[in-house]
C-alpha cells in the first residue's frame, strides 16, 4: 500500500458541488504508519465542512476497503476566515524577493498590523521545550473554538510550522510586494520555511534574515485576524527584539519543561521580555506528565509543578500543563497538530485556548 494507491482511492470518493478529494485538492497531511492511515480533509469553509460529513465516512471507508489497511483516521478542517486568499499552485515561485537588508528604525515606534487584533510572542529560554508545538496546536485549538488565527513563524534560523502544520506550497506573491499566507487546520499560515530555497538559506547572513523578517511583518496579507500567534526563535536574540520593538505586540508567553536548567533559561526570556516592555501573559509548562499508554500509570519524567510554582513567585499568570506524549510528536512531525484531532492531549489544548479566550487573550 503506497501514498499513490491511496490518494487513488480518495479520487473515487466525489464530493458536493463535484469533482472528488483529489481533484478538489482537499487532502492534507496524509500519513502511512504501518497498517494505520491518517489524513485531513480540509474544506473551503466552516459551512462546507458541515457538508462534508458523509464525505468523510466515505472516503474512510474506500481507504479501509485497501488491502494492507488496518485502521483509518480522517478529519474534517476548514479554512479560516473567509477573506483568507488562495494559495498559489503548487511550485510556483512567488515573484517577490525575499531577503534583504532591514531597514533601519526611524523612531517610528512599535506598528499595528492592519485587521490584527492581538500579537501573541510565543518564547522560550532554550530550545527543544516545545514552543514550537505550543504554538501550532494553540493556533489549531483557538481556530476550533471560532477564533480567526493566523501563525507566523518567525524561527527564521530553523522554521518548523510547515511540516507541523503540513503546508509545503509556496505562498504567491502576485504584486511582488504582497505575500498572501497560507490556511491549514483552520489557520491562516507564514513560514519563513515556505519562502527560501533551503540550501541557500544556510548561508545567509544574521541582517538578511532580520530583513527577511520585517518583510514577514509588514507585506503578509493577514486579513481580519483575532490573534496572530508568533513563534519565536529560542533564547534571547536579535528576532525577538525586532517584534517587540517594531510591532505592537500584546504580550509575550513563556514555554518552558518543568527541570531546573529549563526553568533557569526561561527566567533569561522572562527578564528580555520585561526590557523590551513587552507584558508577560503567562507561562505554560510543556512535558508535564506522562501517562503510560500500556498500563495508564502517570509518570513525572522531567519533574512536575515547577513552572506552576516560579509563576507563582513571579506573581505572573500561569496558563497550563501540557502532557508529554508520544502521539504529540508524531502528529506534529506529521503535519496535524494533535489539537485537530480528539484525545486528552487535544482537550488540554482546548483548555489552554479557553483560558485564553476567557481572559481577552484571544
Ligand atoms: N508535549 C510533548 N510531548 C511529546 N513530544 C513533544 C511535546 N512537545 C514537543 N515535543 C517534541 O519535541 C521536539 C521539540 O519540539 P519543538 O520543535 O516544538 O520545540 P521548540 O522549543 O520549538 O524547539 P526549537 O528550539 O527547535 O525551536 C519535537 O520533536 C516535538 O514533536
Avoid at 518567525?154 to 504567491?172: C, E, F, H, L, N
Wanted: aromatic share 2%; glycine share 12%.
Amino acid at each position: 500500500m503506497t501514498r499513490d494507491d491511496i490518494l487513488a482511492a480518495l479520487a473515487k470518493v466525489s464530493v458536493p458541488g463535484g469533482g472528488d478529494l483529489v481533484s478538489r485538492d482537499l487532502v492534507r497531511a496524509l500519513a502511512v504508519e504501518g497498517t494505520t492511515v491518517r489524513f485531513v480533509i480540509e474544506a473551503e469553509s466552516a459551512e462546507a465542512a458541515q457538508g462534508l460529513a458523509q464525505v468523510r465516512d466515505a472516503a474512510e471507508a474506500a481507504v479501509k476497503a485497501l488491502p494492507g489497511v488496518e485502521d483509518v483516521q480522517a478529519v474534517l478542517t476548514a479554512h479560516g476566515p473567509k477573506s483568507a486568499p488562495k494559495a498559489a499552485p503548487a511550485g510556483e515561485p512567488p515573484s517577490l524577493k525575499i531577503g534583504r537588508h532591514p531597514t533601519p528604525d526611524k523612531g517610528q515606534g512599535p506598528a499595528k498590523i492592519a485587521g490584527v487584533d492581538r500579537i501573541l510572542a510565543v518564547g522560550s529560554g532554550k530550545g527543544g521545550v516545545g514552543k514550537s508545538t505550543v504554538s501550532s496546536n494553540l493556533a489549531v485549538a483557538l481556530a476550533r473554538q471560532g477564533r480567526r488565527v493566523g501563525l507566523l513563524d518567525a524561527d527564521i534560523y530553523g522554521p518548523s510550522q510547515p511540516r507541523m502544520m503540513g503546508v509545503s506550497k509556496r505562498p504567491a506573491s502576485p504584486d511582488g510586494k504582497t505575500i498572501l499566507p497560507l490556511t491549514a487546520h483552520g489557520v491562516t499560515m507564514m513560514s519563513i520555511g515556505l519562502m527560501l530555497d533551503p540550501a541557500k538559506a544556510v548561508v545567509w547572513r544574521g541582517p538578511m534574515l532580520m530583513g527577511a523578517l520585517q518583510q514577514m511583518l509588514s507585506q503578509v496579507a493577514w486579513g481580519e485576524l483575532d490573534v496572530l500567534i508568533v513563534d519565536l526563535p529560542p533564547g534571547t536574540g536579535d528576532v525577538q527584539m525586532t517584534l517587540c520593538q517594531r510591532s505592537a505586540v500584546t504580550g509575550a508567553i513563556v514555554v518552558s519543561t518543568p527541570q531546573d536548567v529549563a526553568l533557569l533559561d526561561a527566567r533569561k526570556a522572562l527578564d528580555m521580555f520585561n526590557t523590551l516592555k513587552t507584558p508577560v501573559l503567562g507561562l505554560i509548562e510543556n512535558m508535564s506528565s506522562y501517562h503510560c499508554p500500556k498500563c495508564g500509570h502517570e509518570a513525572h519524567l522531567f519533574g512536575h509543578g515547577g513552572v506552576r510554582a516560579e509563576a507563582e513567585a513571579l506573581g505572573l499568570p500561569f496558563l497550563g500543563e501540557l502532557p508529554l506524549s508520544i502521539d504529540v510528536r508524531v502528529a506534529g512531525d506529521g503535519g496535524t497538530p494533535i489539537a485537530a484531532g480528539d484525545g486528552p492531549e487535544a482537550e488540554a489544548y482546548a483548555r489552554l485556548a479557553e483560558g485564553l479566550v476567557r481572559g481577552g487573550m484571544a
